[in-house]
């Protein structure tokens, strides 16, 4: 029966991770590797500094200001029923180091000395490769990731900011659908922020392709100000690594507003060519001369080989 939940760290733990702290100070006091996993909490002066190192340490970018020759995520291992903190797992993107190459890996743990011997340790390895497979793409600049829940409400907010007319509700779809197993859900992070979306539903029965056995990329986009730094590009690589798991073609829809004018550019760059059908307009095609509105409604479907 699962028993733990990996959490980003987060304030309202601040006690919790104190405590684990005085534990592994108190029990391992001999022990040579007493905080593995745990990267410089021994030393912190509290659990606030030791959480902003955990946020620092996530980008390629700032991870070396704080000590760190490679970007990682740090969890807290939380029992479900009382959540309580059991471990810490830190889980590097990668170990292109000479050292961490030859000697390290990708993760390392420690378990709270009072819950030691129950098998956590083991739960604790096997839901670290489970976000392992969550992560696609790593770089100095950004992660590409599955969308979590707190990426929802972060991303209405940016837009909000940015003078959208965005709802959180479409992004809890999204979830909904990832959980469900109708969709992949991908955000691009930068500097511990997610910057972008990106939907690959892998057998999708709208749209001008729809029940055709093909993946569909639904909902694109990348927030304003993080623009023309490749992040659009990235995204669209991925989804299409994993459209091509289900199918030789893939297809999406795309805007005919000014709104989605770069969007039209890349995907004719990236080589998708429109289908032929013409126009559709709240899903389904649009008749000539029959009225529209040039709303977000009104698409173009294209497709590629892939």
């Known amino acids: 029966m699962e028993q733990l939940v990996l959490l980003e760290p987060k304030i309202e733990y601040a006690d919790d991770i104190w405590e684990f702290r005085r534990e592994i100070l108190e029990c391992d006091a001999d022990t040579e590797d007493r905080f593995a ?26 991870c070396e200001t704080v000590g760190s020759t490679v970007p990682s995520h740090m969890y807290l291992a939380v029992r479900i029923d009382d ?8 889980l590097r993107h990668h170990i292109n180091h000479p050292i961490l190459g030859t000697w390290g ?29 969550l992560v696609y793409f790593s770089n100095e600049q950004i992660i590409i990731r599955d969308m979590e829940q707190a990426d929802a409400q972060a991303i209405t907010d940016a837009e909000i900011e940015q003078g959208w007319d965005a709802s959180v509700t479409k992004y809890h779809k999204r979830l909904e659908d990832q959980r469900t197993g109708k969709a992949i859900s991908l955000v691009a992070e930068c500097a511990g922020r997610p910057v972008g979306y990106i939907n690959v539903y892998p057998d999708c029965a709208s749209g001008a392709f729809g029940g ?9 986009g990348v927030l304003e100000k993080y623009r023309k730094r490749g992040i659009g590009s990235r995204l669209m690589d991925v989804a299409e690594e994993i459209a091509a798991k289900y199918a030789d073609i893939v297809y999406l829809g795309v805007g005919l507003h000014s709104g989605y004018g770069s969007a039209q550019r890349m995907y004719v760059k990236r080589g998708y060519l429109p289908d032929g059908s013409g126009v559709w307009y709240q899903d389904k095609v649009c008749e000539p001369y029959e009225a529209c509105q040039n709303d977000d409604d009104l698409v173009l479907y294209f497709s590629k080989e892939l």
């Open 105 to 133: 890996g990708h993760c390392g743990y420690s378990v709270r000395p009072s819950e030691r011997g129950k098998g956590y340790a083991k739960e604790m390895q096997i839901k670290i490769w489970e976000v392992l497979s």
């Open 83 to 90: 959540n309580k903190i059991i471990g810490i797992i830190d």
């Open 37 to 62: 996993g745990c990267m410089s909490l021994d030393v912190c002066k509290s659990a606030e500094e030791w959480i902003k190192i955990c946020t620092l340490r996530k980008s390629e970018e700032t």
């Open 212 to 220: 055709k056995g093909w993946p569909e990329i639904v909902d694109f």
